[in-house]
């Protein structure tokens, strides 16, 4: 990937037609290791279903998408699959590449949402830097403690230059600044120094109690963050594709 653009690179990029390399309509959630993507996943959602498990040093890719009931797989390294009982027991598993967590989506049936992992050293592996460049919409986590930090814009940079228009920039643990004025702050630079790179900024607020209050009662799913999301989520991926479907009836 270019990490300098010309101004002709930017031109082509803007100019030239989108290409799907899967066929998944798919949101992915990054962001450095311990970042906070668990807690927005599941303020997207609009559920508590994914464990925060702080401390580990690897994590598998998460996929979810839709079905009527609830299911778990799994794929190891070796392509092998096995159907654990618990989300706990794989995500402390270090040698699984991937879960398949199926069930009831609502409104984003027919949406893939991934929740691609970090190394603790910073690393992201190729495939999983591909993934993100091909998402349809790219929710990108940083902690508000100690947002937009030089090295998550240096992974971003490096993104084509049209996932802008499709990322929004969602800054986990809001609720844990001291005060008033240390949002408006971070709020202030990160309009400076990191609203080109997304079209969407949104500050979380993804509690464990706020994300278990969160399907019941609208107002704290919106104080969550996630009200926000999936509205975004559906303008920029649900409403694309069933009109790509209806086209292609």
């Given at each position: 990937?270019?990490q300098?653009?010309?101004?002709?690179?930017?031109?082509?990029?803007?100019?030239?037609?989108?290409?799907?390399?899967?066929?998944?309509?798919?949101?992915?959630?990054?962001?450095?290791?311990?970042?906070?993507?668990?807690?927005?996943?599941n303020?997207?959602?609009?559920?508590?279903?994914?464990?925060?498990?702080?401390?580990?040093?690897?994590?598998?890719?998460?996929?979810?998408?839709?079905?009527?009931?609830?299911?778990?797989?799994?794929?190891?390294?070796?392509?092998?699959?096995?159907?654990?009982?618990?989300?706990?027991?794989?995500?402390?598993?270090?040698?699984?590449?991937?879960?398949?967590?199926?069930?009831?989506?609502?409104?984003?049936?027919?949406?893939?949402?991934v929740?691609?992992?970090?190394?603790?050293?910073?690393?992201?592996?190729?495939?999983?830097?591909?993934?993100?460049?091909?998402?349809?919409?790219?929710?990108?986590?940083?902690?508000?403690?100690?947002?937009?930090?030089?090295?998550?814009?240096a992974?971003?940079?490096?993104?084509?230059?049209?996932?802008?228009?499709?990322?929004?920039?969602?800054?986990?643990?809001?609720?844990?600044?001291?005060?008033?004025?240390?949002?408006?702050?971070?709020e202030?630079?990160?309009?400076?120094?990191?609203?080109?790179?997304?079209?969407?900024?949104?500050?979380?607020?993804?509690?464990?109690?706020?994300?278990?209050?969160?399907?019941?009662?609208?107002?704290?799913?919106?104080?969550?963050?996630?009200?926000?999301?999936?509205?975004?989520?559906?303008?920029?991926?649900?409403m694309?594709?069933?009109?790509?479907?209806?086209?292609a009836e």
């Amino acid at each position: 990937m270019k990490q300098n653009f010309s101004l002709q690179d930017l031109v082509d990029e803007i100019d030239s037609p989108r290409t799907k390399r899967s066929g998944a309509w798919r949101i992915v959630v990054a962001g450095e290791f311990e970042s906070g993507k668990s807690s927005v996943v599941n303020a997207l959602l609009r559920l508590p279903i994914l464990p925060c498990n702080p401390g580990l040093i690897a994590r598998p890719i998460i996929k979810i998408a839709h079905a009527p009931q609830p299911s778990i797989g799994t794929e190891d390294r070796t392509g092998r699959s096995f159907q654990p009982s618990s989300l706990n027991e794989v995500l402390e598993n270090d040698l699984l590449e991937t879960v398949h967590l199926r069930m009831p989506l609502g409104d984003l049936q027919g949406v893939e949402i991934v929740e691609v992992p970090f190394h603790h050293d910073g690393g992201i592996s190729k495939r999983n830097l591909d993934m993100i460049a091909d998402a349809d919409l790219i929710i990108w986590v940083t902690i508000a403690s100690q947002a937009w930090r030089l090295s998550e814009q240096a992974l971003v940079e490096g993104l084509p230059y049209h996932t802008r228009e499709r990322s929004i920039l969602a800054i986990s643990r809001a609720d844990k600044l001291k005060t008033a004025d240390d949002l408006d702050k971070i709020e202030t630079r990160l309009q400076t120094d990191a609203s080109r790179f997304f079209s969407e900024i949104v500050f979380m607020q993804a509690s464990t109690e706020n994300l278990n209050k969160a399907a019941t009662d609208t107002r704290i799913w919106e104080e969550t963050g996630g009200a926000a999301l999936s509205s975004i989520a559906h303008e920029l991926v649900v409403m694309p594709m069933k009109a790509a479907k209806t086209a292609a009836e």
